[in-house]
């Protein structure tokens, strides 16, 4: 767990820290470490290298091409960190995208850019399996086996808080360096499953109601909102340069469940936007 007490006192609000517990959400942070893919073992949770299929799995197909593995986590690992129960015991999750035209998964036509595989089987079954094909634009990101840890995260915005202006700003500088920690002059990629996502723009859950329902609701309506609060973030991938992608402009990927399909495990529901600067 993070020293939360260590940044309220940093900025100055540590007299708020029951009001801030309050609102804060439980996530589990991904952090990677940089060992040779031979040694992640076949099923364990990694960053690029080659993913680990069943022999039924497949490298999804996305406009006449194939889509780029991003990460495979294994849920059995994370789990004694997702403090709501949220996630399945087991099993392993797949996320493959188009990093070449990276689609902001909003339209129409964004279909299919990306997907989220689910295997629940023995992990003896499992094979790292090589890419499709390889060419100069195509071809697998540096393997990093992956780590998990306690998270904590804060929304962005906030209701029945009685601070002043200066509390205010002291927050959002507090909320900005706790999601993305740092160590010195260095930031590290805010990669984490669940809790509250680091908005770049809009309101990833709302915006993602708000094109799902092909604009026919009003922004900021009530009907938005209450859609929004049944989304859960599976899963947050922010442009790393130790994998050499950068979503955008300095963008993140964010991948989002509707709680009552995550129940089912109806990964196949997965919906997806990214945000940049």
């Not at 080659?50 to 990460?71: A, E, H, K, R, W």
């Not at 070449?100 to 299919?112: A, F, L």
Request: hydrophobic share 35%.
């Amino acid at each position: 767990m993070q020293n939360i007490d260590q940044y309220l006192e940093e900025y100055d609000l540590l007299h708020m820290k029951e009001e801030i517990l309050k609102i804060a959400a439980s996530s589990i942070g991904i952090v990677k470490e940089n060992v040779s893919e031979d040694d992640i073992p076949v099923g364990s949770s990694k960053f690029g290298g080659l993913p680990d299929l069943p022999s039924n799995f497949s490298f999804p197909v996305y406009n006449d091409g194939y889509l780029t593995f991003l990460v495979q986590l294994n849920l059995e690992e994370a789990k004694p960190f997702d403090k709501n129960d949220l996630l399945p015991n087991k099993g392993i999750l797949y996320f493959f995208y188009d990093i070449m035209e990276q689609p902001w998964g909003m339209d129409e036509e964004d279909k299919g850019c990306f997907k989220v595989l689910y295997f629940d089987g023995n992990l003896e079954r499992l094979k790292r399996t090589p890419y499709p094909e390889e060419t100069e634009d195509y071809f697998p990101l540096s393997a990093y086996k992956v780590i998990f840890h306690e998270k904590l995260s804060f929304p962005e915005e906030f209701e029945g808080m009685e601070w002043d202006e200066e509390e205010i700003e002291n927050f959002y500088e507090f909320r900005e360096h706790i999601m993305q920690e740092r160590e010195e002059d260095v930031s590290y990629p805010m990669h984490y499953m669940l809790g509250q996502p680091f908005n770049i723009q809009n309101d990833v859950f709302e915006e993602i109601v708000y094109y799902e329902n092909k604009e026919k609701l009003s922004w900021n309506s009530k009907e938005v909102r209450s859609k929004a609060e049944e989304l859960v973030l599976l899963f947050q991938m922010d442009s790393d340069d130790d994998l050499e992608v950068m979503w955008g402009d300095a963008g993140i990927l964010y991948f989002c469940i509707n709680k009552e399909d995550l129940q089912k495990k109806q990964f196949d529901q997965v919906k997806f936007t990214l945000q940049c600067y």
